[in-house]
């Protein structure tokens, strides 16, 4: 059974920053495209990012680029969200997701077939 589990959460000031871990178990494979989705009180989940199976692509939102750098490691089985300068309206639970559909990188949620449950990223101002 394939889990994802997120980590790396927390309280952070307005310009902080955060790291946030998502550690893929009960696959050999890591040939799959990997992405960071979040969502906040009240709001659908929304797209933050997310990277192809070798690293070599990546994809964000308006939102976060330029902020936010979505990277791997999959000797670790492990994909990481750094995320800089950091604002109020960041404040969402973080999903991570891995897309077993290979084909164009997307961010579509619906192409996405396993999830983690979540990260609390709160920013204060």
């Known amino acids: 059974q394939v889990q994802l589990v997120e980590s790396g959460g927390g309280l952070v000031q307005a310009g902080g920053s955060l790291r946030l871990s998502c550690a893929v178990s009960?696959?050999?494979?890591?040939?799959?495209?990997m992405a960071w989705f979040r969502q906040a009180p009240g709001k659908e989940r929304e797209f933050v990012a997310a990277?192809?199976?070798?690293?070599?692509?990546?994809y964000y939102a308006d939102s976060v680029k330029g902020r936010f750098t979505i990277s791997r490691d999959n000797a670790k089985n492990t994909v990481y969200l750094q995320m800089n300068s950091l604002k109020p309206e960041d404040t969402a639970v973080y999903y991570c997701?891995?897309?077993?559909?290979?084909?164009?990188?997307?961010?579509?949620?619906?192409?996405?077939?396993?999830w983690g449950q979540g990260t609390q990223v709160t920013v204060s101002s």
């Open positions: 997701a891995e897309n077993r559909q290979r084909g164009i990188l997307t961010m579509n949620r619906y192409k996405y077939d396993y």
């Open positions: 009960g696959s050999t494979d890591s040939s799959y495209d």
């Open positions: 990277i192809s199976w070798s690293g070599d692509s990546t």
